[in-house]
């Protein structure tokens, strides 16, 4: 079962499907990874996601030579997107 309040979460767990969708999503991102990809991009990943890694995510970044992607962590609490501050 999941960690994640009832409210919050959508499933009881995650799937065998669900993980295996993560996987080949990885796998081709590795594979097609190349200059038209490595866009100016912004992931915001929850560090204790139960699903998605953030330590992984970094790694399969730098792996994939994703230069211009940039990996800010976020959490659960609140909209779970980190704002610019109001000068």
């Known amino acids: 079962p999941s960690f ?3 409210t919050y979460r959508a499933n009881r ?3 065998l499907a669900a993980y295996a969708a993560l996987y080949q ?3 081709h991102l ?3 990874a190349g200059p038209k ?3 100016p991009t ?5 560090a204790e996601d139960e699903l998605v890694s ?5 790694r399969l970044i730098k792996r994939a030579g994703l230069t211009n992607w940039r990996l800010d962590q976020s959490g ?3 909209s779970g997107m980190i704002m610019p501050e109001k000068t």
Do not use: E, H, I, M
Request: net charge positive.
């Open 4 to 6: 994640a309040p009832a």
């Open 42 to 46: 912004r992931v915001f990943l929850d």
């Open 25 to 27: 999503a990885a796998a």
């Open 76 to 78: 659960k609490s609140g």
């Open 30 to 32: 590795l594979r097609n």
């Open 13 to 15: 767990g995650t799937s």
């Open 37 to 39: 990809l490595n866009v």
């Open 54 to 58: 953030y330590a992984g995510t970094a």
